[in-house]
């Protein structure tokens, strides 16, 4: 029985014998370019106002005048300074917050955002400075009349050494160009997310973005060894460095990693880029239990230790979902309440293959893992990311999802799905939980055919309630934004806000960087 579920488990492929390990594209998994721009401008009805829907107070801003947009237009060029069309800019990803935007401006460089934000400090005109709008709390687009700053056209990547590994790019480049440019002189961007062919490198240092790498490479502060910024005035703020160790004084950059454009624009990074990993491996793994994944999540720290670069969990429901919305996802197990996706990275194939092998057998002896498949296979590890990136747009493909992504205890990790799915009873359709067990991260999603306020009532604030009684984060990776700037204190002290406020102040003293977002 024990042997044959072993067979089973090598459905794809045995790590050691087919392996196809001549050149493997690591870290570049599946991606679905077109689904995620598709979702992002699909035609379904425009949501609501957000100023109306939130009774939102405009702020003591200038009301923009012709004046201004010539002003822009004669600094930019008339194709770079947008007046119509501004959905796209103005909706955001998850189509629940809609501002009224009559202005997008796109900076070619640092001057010009220096001379945009000059004027728009001196006029006290709001601004919302905007990636790739793939975040996920509202953060990137305006709420009223804020303009639109869109760093679309400062792309390039403008160097990549590969004997540092330190990359230096243009905050609008794509990350999975980015990381393409990477890849091509041998090295990895440590930072890999399903949004990846939409969003941008300074959204994702802005938002300080998580995604399945970080239990490998740690998070930005660490890999981001600079910044260049325009700040609220039009001031430059060059925090560049080159290096991993510079100790001269307080470390700047690290403010604006995570600040989500309310202290400054990025406009330039550098970053440390690991050299590729040789030997990848990707199992997928059905188990029974949340006790089971959390054993397995031990053993998988303790038998493959330095080689173990992802750590994923996905719950039958939120499967599920992907699988029914995307017919060309083809998951080779099922049936299962629990599944892990867990990668390998090394650079010695034999010896990673034993590791894993071994970790594998053992679960299997345990009965932790039941079933599931290893393998080495570019196209099969692909395939198995796919199932993962996916589930985020299985749940809002054709209904409205209520998202958190909050910071737990292992412990206590998945306790909440349960909890919140009794209290919402069938006034939810799903319920499910998944995301990044290796950081102790996860994804609780909430499905309901259209917003609806009931449900809205029992989730919020309970979610941050049960997350601030365990000392958790109510958010571990997407950031405040608009959608939770009034639950802040559920993770922050007051003395803490307090700090925020003043340091708010002092980097953009008319508040027009990103206004109603964060402290608002
Ligand atoms: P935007 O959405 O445009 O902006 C996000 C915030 O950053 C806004 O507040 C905006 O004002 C600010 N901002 C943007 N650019 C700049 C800049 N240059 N300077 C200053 N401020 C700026 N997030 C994760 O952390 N982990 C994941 O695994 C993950 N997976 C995702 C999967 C999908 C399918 C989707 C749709 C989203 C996912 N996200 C994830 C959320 C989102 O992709 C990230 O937050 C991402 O970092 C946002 O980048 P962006 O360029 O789209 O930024
Ligand atoms: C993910 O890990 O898939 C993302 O953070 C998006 C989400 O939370 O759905
Ligand atoms: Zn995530």
């Known amino acids: 029985m024990r042997f044959q579920r072993l067979l089973q488990l090598r459905k794809y492929a045995t790590v050691a014998t087919l392996r196809q390990s001549t050149h493997i594209r690591t870290h570049t998994h599946a991606h679905t370019p077109t689904m995620v721009r598709t979702l992002a401008s699909s035609t379904s009805p425009l949501p609501e106002l957000t100023q109306i829907t939130d ?6 801003y200038a009301q923009l005048n012709d004046k201004d947009v010539s002003h822009f237009t004669q600094l930019l060029g008339k194709n770079h300074v947008l007046t119509d069309d501004l959905d796209g800019y103005n909706i955001c990803f998850l189509k629940r917050i809609r501002g009224n935007s009559k202005l997008v401006l796109k900076p070619g460089n640092t001057e010009e955002l220096a001379a945009i934000m000059k004027h728009c400090n001196q006029r006290k005109l709001a601004v919302v400075p905007q990636g790739g709008n793939t975040g996920l709390v509202g953060g990137s687009v305006p709420i009223c009349d804020e303009i639109v700053i869109s760093l679309q056209r400062m792309n390039k990547v403008l160097s990549v050494d590969e004997v540092t590994g330190i990359a230096v790019v243009e905050a609008g480049c794509i990350l999975e160009n980015f990381s393409q440019r990477a890849h091509d002189v041998g090295l990895t961007v440590p930072l890999d997310l399903g949004a990846k062919a939409s969003c941008h490198i300074g959204g994702n240092v802005s938002t300080n973005a998580g995604g399945i790498r970080v239990l490998r490479y740690g998070n930005l502060h660490g890999t981001v060894l600079g910044v260049e910024a325009v700040l609220a005035n039009g001031q430059v703020l060059d925090l560049m460095s080159n290096f991993k160790k510079d100790n001269t004084g307080y470390h700047m950059k690290n403010l604006f990693i995570g600040s989500e454009g309310t202290l400054g624009i990025i406009t330039k990074l550098s970053m440390l880029c690991p050299h590729e990993s040789k030997a990848v491996n990707v199992a997928f793994i059905g188990l029974n239990s949340f006790d089971d994944v959390l054993k397995t999540f031990v053993s998988a720290k303790r038998n493959l230790g330095e080689i173990l670069s992802s750590c994923e969990l996905i719950d039958e429901r939120a499967l599920n979902m992907a699988l029914s919305q995307f017919k060309f996802l083809n998951s080779p197990i099922s049936g299962y309440p629990f599944y892990m996706l867990i990668e390998t990275s090394g650079s010695n194939a034999t010896h990673d293959e034993e590791k894993l092998n071994k970790f594998i057998s053992l679960g299997m002896e345990r009965e ?59 006034l939810a359709t799903v319920v499910c939980g998944y995301g990044h067990l290796g950081d102790s991260n996860l994804h609780l999603n909430v499905n309901c ?49 307090d700090w925020m406020r003043d340091m708010k102040k002092m980097f953009d003293p008319n508040g027009i960087l990103n206004p109603y977002k964060m402290l608002a």
């Open 449 to 497: 055919e259209r917003f609806n306020d009931d449900i809205y009532k029992r989730v919020e604030p309970f979610v941050y309630e049960y997350t601030s009684k365990l000392k958790g984060s109510i958010s571990a990776e997407h950031g405040i934004g608009f959608l939770k700037k009034d639950y802040l204190h559920y993770s922050k002290n007051p003395v803490a806000i």
């Open 368 to 426: 932790e893992i039941l079933d599931g498949t290893v393998t080495g296979d570019p196209g099969k590890m692909q395939e198995i990311w796919k199932l993962r990136e996916m589930v985020p747009l299985g749940l809002i493909e054709n209904s409205f999802c209520f998202k958190y992504d909050i910071s737990l205890p292992l412990r206590d990790f998945y306790s909440i799905v349960d909890v919140m799915r009794e209290r919402c009873g069938p």
């Open 55 to 60: 009774n939102v107070q405009r702020g003591n």
